[in-house]
C-alpha cells in the first residue's frame, strides 16, 4: 500500500514536470537539456529521462545542436508537430477561418467559410457541415486532436462558454461548444477575439517579455486585450476589453447595435469608415472611390485609394484614428500601457491610422502617461487571433492537466 502511493506521488510529479517541460517548450521553440534542467529545477539525467519519454510519446523531438563554446555541441530539442493538433476557429461577423495547427504554430489544414455570425436561428446548423468536411480531411492524416479553440467577438463568458452578445450560440439544443466537441471530440474554449490576439502577441509578437500592454483591435467593432503585470486580463466575468461601447458622444450620436447612442464602434470601427465613406460619395465627395461600386467597397479599397494621395480616403481615416486614440486615452489613463499594438483589419492602413492615435493620445492624455509610451502596428501579419487562440487552448489543457 505504502509503495504504491510512493509511486504515485512519483507519477504525479513527473507528470507535472512533463507539462512544464511542454509549456516551455512551447514558448521557447528550442531548449538544450541542460536549459530545461535549469529551468525545471531539476537535474539533467532526471530531464533526459522526461526527454526520452516524450519522445517516444511523440511530443517532444531533437532538432540539431546549439552553440557551444567548448567541447561537443549540446542536443536540441522541440515540440514534435508531427503528432497532436488543436482545431482554432477565428469567428467573425463576415466570415469563419477554420484551422488545424501543430504544436509549431505551423497550419495543416485549413478551411474557409463565408458564414457570418449574426444573430439568426440556423448558424449551427449550417456551420455543422463545414466542420464535419474539416474532420473527414484530418481523418486521412495520422494526427490526435487534443483542444479546440474559438475565438470571436462579444461578450464572451470563457468560464462557462457562453457568448452572451450571440444567444443563438448557446442552446438550448446544441450550443457552439457542444457542437465543436460533438465533431472533433475535444475539449473546446472560447475566448473574446481581441482577447486572443493580446495572448498571440505576449507569446509571439511585439509584447513577448513586456508586462503592461495593449492591443488594440480595430475591426467591424473596436476591442482592447490587455496585459497586466505580464498576464492576460479578463474581468470577472470574461468581458475586460469591450473599449467600442464606451459611449464617445452622447448628443447627436448614431445608434449602436448594442442599443445605446453613441458607442466608440460607432465612431471608429471598420463599420463605420466604410458607412462614413458611401455617405460621403453619395453625398458629392470628390474621390478616387466614386470609381468604385458602393455596395462593394471594402476596407482594402479605402486604404489603397489613401495611399494613392486620395485627399478624401486619406481624411476618413484620420477621422477613425482620431476618435480612436480619444477612446484609448481613457484606457491609458487606466492601465498606464508602456505599448499599444494596433491589430485588426485596419492596421493594414499602417502609419495613416496609427499617426492619428498618436496625436489623439497626445492631445487627451496627461504628458507622463506618454512618456514611455509607443504604439505600433502588429508584425505578426494577421496572425496573432490564431496563434493567441492556439495558445489559450494548450494553456488550459495543460493547467487542467489533460496533456499529456
Known amino acids: 500500500m505504502q509503495d504504491n502511493v510512493v509511486l504515485s506521488v ?39 529521462n522526461l526527454i526520452d519519454e516524450l519522445s517516444s510519446e511523440h511530443w517532444v523531438r531533437g532538432v540539431g545542436t546549439g552553440n557551444a563554446q567548448f567541447g561537443r555541441k549540446p542536443s536540441l530539442f522541440a515540440l514534435d508537430p508531427s ?4 482545431i482554432v476557429a477565428d469567428i467573425t461577423v463576415h466570415d469563419i477561418q477554420l484551422r488545424a495547427m501543430n504544436l509549431a504554430n505551423e497550419i495543416v489544414e485549413e478551411l474557409d467559410v463565408k458564414l457570418g455570425l449574426d444573430l439568426s436561428d440556423n ?24 483542444g479546440v479553440g474559438v475565438s470571436m467577438p462579444g461578450l464572451v463568458d470563457p468560464k462557462r462558454s457562453v457568448n452572451h452578445t450571440y444567444p443563438n450560440l448557446n442552446g438550448p439544443g446544441v450550443s457552439l461548444s457542444q457542437l465543436f466537441h460533438s465533431i472533433f471530440r475535444a475539449p473546446v474554449y472560447l475566448i473574446n477575439d481581441s482577447q486572443a490576439m493580446i495572448v498571440g502577441e505576449h507569446r509571439f509578437g511585439l509584447a513577448q517579455g513586456k508586462n503592461h500592454v495593449m492591443s488594440v483591435n480595430i475591426d467591424w467593432g473596436v476591442g482592447l486585450g490587455v496585459i497586466v503585470d505580464g498576464t492576460i486580463f479578463q474581468g470577472g466575468g470574461g468581458f475586460a476589453g ?16 448594442c442599443g445605446k447612442v453613441g458607442c466608440l464602434d460607432t465612431l471608429a470601427s471598420a463599420s463605420a469608415l466604410i458607412q462614413r465613406a458611401r455617405t460621403g460619395l453619395q453625398t458629392g465627395a470628390v474621390s478616387l472611390l466614386a470609381e468604385e461600386n458602393l455596395d462593394n467597397l471594402t476596407i482594402e479599397t479605402i486604404i489603397a485609394k489613401a495611399s494613392l494621395g486620395d485627399v478624401f480616403s486619406i481624411d476618413l ?11 484609448l486615452a481613457t484606457a491609458v489613463h487606466l492601465f498606464n500601457p508602456e505599448l499599444i499594438i494596433v491589430n485588426g483589419v485596419l492596421a493594414k492602413a499602417e502609419k495613416a491610422i496609427i499617426r492619428p492615435i498618436e496625436q489623439a493620445i497626445a492631445k487627451y492624455c496627461l504628458p507622463n502617461y506618454r512618456d514611455n509610451l509607443t504604439i505600433e502596428q502588429s508584425n505578426l501579419d494577421g496572425m496573432a487571433k490564431l ?11 495543460l493547467e487542467q492537466e489533460l496533456i499529456p
Open 83 to 86: 503528432r497532436y493538433i488543436n
Open 317 to 327: 481615416l484620420s477621422d477613425i484614428g482620431s476618435e480612436l486614440g480619444r477612446g
Open 10 to 48: 512519483i507519477d504525479t510529479k513527473k507528470s507535472k514536470l512533463k507539462r512544464r517541460l511542454i509549456a516551455e517548450l512551447y514558448r521557447a521553440e528550442s531548449r538544450t537539456i541542460s536549459q530545461l534542467a535549469g529551468l525545471l529545477h531539476t537535474s539533467v539525467p532526471s530531464t533526459t
Open 242 to 257: 469591450e473599449l467600442g461601447h464606451i459611449q464617445m458622444k452622447s448628443e447627436g450620436g448614431e445608434l449602436c447595435h
Open 123 to 146: 448558424f449551427l446548423t449550417v456551420l455543422r457541415e463545414p466542420l464535419e468536411q474539416l474532420a473527414q480531411l484530418l481523418g486521412t492524416r495520422d494526427v490526435q486532436i487534443i
Open 387 to 397: 496563434y493567441g487562440t492556439q495558445a489559450y487552448v494548450l494553456q488550459n489543457l
